[in-house]
């Protein structure tokens, strides 16, 4: 029902007389209080004449009695179909004008036509009538007309759209939400019925469940490509966790509150469970991703054109219905129908069903990379990627990565956004955005990765691998080569090239750094690291962190680590490094960018501390002790004053309550820098140094006391038996015994241990039973 501040209509307010706010005081009173009127057309049909002019009903309440009165069941549909269409031209030309409106105008804007509407009962009414075939018991059903179908489905979604409240009351029936989806099997009432379901899903605050819709796989298996495309756009709602893309701003503290609220598996991936078991669709959704588009022809500013349409274009929902009109053939007659008339005028007319093609399927590609992504990262991804390997995922979308994915910008205005996935980007950069994520989800520690490579590519890995004598990666060994990137060079390549060649302040340069790291996650590779090192990777990203006076912080992190993973342990990248950071005052850019950022740099400063740790066993090398006693990075970590002050700073700048996944790294790099410290009999002298430097600083047992807390959130949080720790591991080269076994020696409640942390807080500083982990 429409939302009313106080018990008037907010564009009459102070300009009608007593008795017509009566009216509709007494309406509105009945349906809260759910006594005396239900709908508005139980009034005197003369006393809403009477009412009419002054209240500016533009005779609504009238036609609505028309409407009730021609819809009783078993009657001919037809004079109610044209009573809607009265209705219908009343309200359609507000709804136009609420898409096309200025966003920034004034919030307090109103549509009396659609509130008097919705006002009247007609809402209730329409979906009334729609679901009147479901609740008869006759065998035989009544068959509604297609076009009344979309006609009540196009009154509905404009109350939506333009009267506060009308979605959230569509959305509490749930009866009525999984009814729409048996509409969506007419290919003639698809649009509309998928426009409205859309609105309804994205308010409704208990999240559908698709299994409850009757025949989904059924339904699902009889949508074409553009309207399994389409559908797409409604599962994203419904296969994702919410807030998701804030989850990295979430406590880890709540986080684990909540995991252990909710045991059992949450609707969403439920509903991705679901989708999986229908029959064909992952299959479906490749083919959809990677099909081909044709170019455009003679379309020098191809690609201003297309954002030029989306100014203009609200979503690919009204797109499929402008392809409809486009491609539809002229009257016979010779005359244009009303909706081609409507185009003429359009600057864009004549080439409107190229540009439009190109564009629609853009749009789409963005929906079906987006529930394929959601469905990588979750419980069932090994089954996923079996998937999207076996479909050729991967190489169809290496062969649309020039011609669709990163074609070059001939606009000079190119407007970047940032990485904000809900911004409300172009077609383009969405799709950009939305390819480099899949990307990095597919590879993140997953044997799957190189199928990112070609066969020259992957047997290129292998000659690094045989002149370092260093076994082969079993992933490599195990990559099925029918199923790699075909052509001359494979996805991984194409993005190191396009990825050098973006601007300065591009965030498309996040995304970038992000999928390129996640192919270096895992088990440290060397032959992996050697192939993107000749590629110039680290001279790259040097140079974003030194010279290109990027100032994002989001981006300087995403090179941090994957600088951090380009380097751990490999000799010939700190080789690299010093020679790209040959002078003094680079190297004091270099780490002002690191120290300016902890949070940001913590996982670098990790690859560098645990680098060193390696190098510094392996004196035996010639080439490693020419970079030990070369590399200003190397012999800076060297120091021990260094590495406790970079200790400190990364224990003083997180607690408890406010670790969230993205700064519990500095948590888990602090113990790097202890255990390395155990592993050679110095942790008491890092202890001891932490206790003077809380002395220097003048508040002696904070800071032990808070990494003492951190330490025991660190045991509840990472020896859960449903934590997979594996990649604590992976990236360290360390035992998770180890990990394990450190944080309970520091922990240790003896007080004469020189390598427990309550034996360096004095007595009158200690405060350790405080529990600040409780819920």
């Known amino acids: 029902m ?80 044209s009573v809607l269409k009265e209705l219908s031209s009343l309200l359609s030309m507000e709804a136009m004008a609420f898409v096309t409106e200025d966003r920034k105008s004034d919030q307090d804007s109103t549509f009396p036509n659609t509130y008097t509407f919705d006002l009247f009962g007609g809402v209730d009414l329409l979906v009334e009538i729609l679901m009147r075939p479901t609740l008869t018991m006759k065998k035989k059903k009544p068959k509604m007309n297609d076009d009344f179908i979309k006609d009540c489905l196009s009154v509905l979604y404009n109350c939506c759209i333009c009267t506060e409240g009308v979605t959230k009351s569509l959305a509490a029936r749930n009866d009525f939400v999984l009814f729409l989806f048996t509409l969506m099997r007419n290919k003639k009432t698809f649009l509309q019925t998928a426009t409205l379901i859309e609105d309804i899903l994205g308010i409704k605050k208990e999240m559908i469940q698709l299994e409850g819709i009757p025949n989904l796989s059924r339904l699902v298996q009889s949508f074409d490509q553009q309207q399994l495309a389409n559908f797409c756009r409604i599962l994203s709602v419904t296969i ?11 406590t880890l503290l709540a986080k684990n509150a909540q995991q252990k609220r909710n045991t059992s598996p949450s609707r969403a991936e439920v509903n991705q469970v679901t989708l999986l078991n229908i029959p064909g669709f992952i299959e479906r959704l490749c083919k959809l991703a990677t099909r081909k588009v044709s170019e455009a022809t003679g379309a020098s500013n191809f690609l201003q054109e297309l954002e030029d349409w989306y100014t203009w274009l609200d979503n690919a929902l009204v797109l499929d219905a402008l392809m409809q009109m486009a ?67 991967i190489p169809g979308l290496n062969n649309l990565f020039d011609t669709l994915i990163w074609r070059k910008f001939t606009s000079s205005n190119h407007v970047v956004h940032g990485q904000n996935e809900n911004c409300d980007c172009s077609p383009e950069i969405s799709f950009k955005i939305q390819f480099l994520r899949l990307l990095q989800s597919f590879s993140d520690h997953h044997e799957n990765k190189y199928l990112l490579l070609n066969n020259n590519e992957l047997n290129e890995l292998s000659a690094i691998s045989l002149k370092a004598n260093i076994p082969e990666m079993e992933a490599l060994v195990n990559t099925d080569r029918s199923l790699v990137c075909d052509g001359k060079k494979g996805l991984l390549t194409r993005l190191l090239i396009v990825m050098k060649r973006e ?45 290109s006076g990027c100032k994002s912080r989001d981006v300087l992190q995403s090179y941090f680590d994957l600088l951090g993973e380009l380097m751990k342990f490999n000799i010939d990248a700190f080789k690299r490094f010093n020679k790209y950071v040959s002078t003094g005052d680079k190297f004091q850019t270099f780490m002002t960018q690191i120290n300016s950022s902890l949070v940001d740099s913590n996982m670098l400063v990790r690859c560098i501390v645990l680098s060193l740790d390696r190098f510094e066993s392996q004196t035996d090398d010639v080439k490693v002790v020419e970079v030990l006693s070369e590399c200003c990075l190397l012999s800076f970590m060297a120091r021990v004053e260094n590495r406790i002050a970079f200790l400190f700073r990364l224990v003083n700048i997180i607690n408890v309550q406010t670790l969230t996944q993205e700064n519990v790294s500095c948590l888990n790099t602090s113990l790097v820098v202890l255990m390395l410290a155990r592993r050679r009999g110095k942790l008491p002298f890092y202890l001891n140094a932490l206790r003077e430097k809380e ?16 330490l025991r959130f660190w045991q509840r949080h990472y020896l859960n038996k449903d934590k997979d720790s594996t990649c604590l591991e992976n990236s360290s080269c360390i035992p998770f015994t180890y990990w394990k076994e450190t944080v309970s020696v520091l ?21 350790l039973d405080k529990d600040l982990l409780e819920d």
Not at 695 to 710: I, Q, S, T, V
Not at 747 to 767: F, G, H, N, Q, V
């Open 2 to 81: 429409a939302t009313l501040l106080g018990s008037e209509a907010p564009w009459v307010r102070g300009k009608r007389n007593r008795r017509n706010g009566n009216i509709i005081a007494k309406i509105r009173q009945s349906q809260i209080a759910g006594r005396g009127f239900s709908r508005g057309t139980q009034l005197p049909e003369a006393l809403l004449q009477e009412r009419d002019k002054r209240a500016k009903w533009h005779g609504i309440p009238e036609l609505l009695q028309k409407l009730h009165h021609t819809s009783h069941p078993n009657s001919d549909l037809a004079q109610t179909h």
């Open 327 to 393: 491609t539809e053939e002229v009257d016979p007659s010779g005359t244009e129908s009303s909706d081609e008339s409507l185009l003429a005028n359009n600057p864009l007319r004549n080439r409107l069903p190229q540009s439009m093609k190109i564009v629609h399927e853009i749009m789409y590609k963005v929906e079906v990379l987006y529930v394929l992504c959601v469905l990588l990262m979750g419980r069932q991804r090994n089954q996923v990627h079996k998937m999207l390997a076996e479909f050729r995922l």
């Open 695 to 710: 002395y220097a600083e003048k508040y002696p047992g904070c800071l032990l006391n808070n990494f003492h807390n951190l």
């Open 747 to 767: 922990l240790a409640s003896d007080r004469t241990s020189p390598c427990a942390i309550a034996s360096y807080i004095d007595e009158p500083y200690m405060d």
């Open 503 to 547: 601007p300065p302040d591009s965030s498309f340069r996040f995304w970038q750094a992000r999928a390129v790291e996640s192919f270096l996650r895992g088990a440290t590779s060397y032959a992996d690291q050697m192939f993107l090192l000749k590629r110039g990777l680290i001279e790259h990203i040097l140079f974003c962190i030194i010279d």
């Open 240 to 250: 994702s966790e919410p807030d998701v893309g804030n989850d990295d701003k979430h």
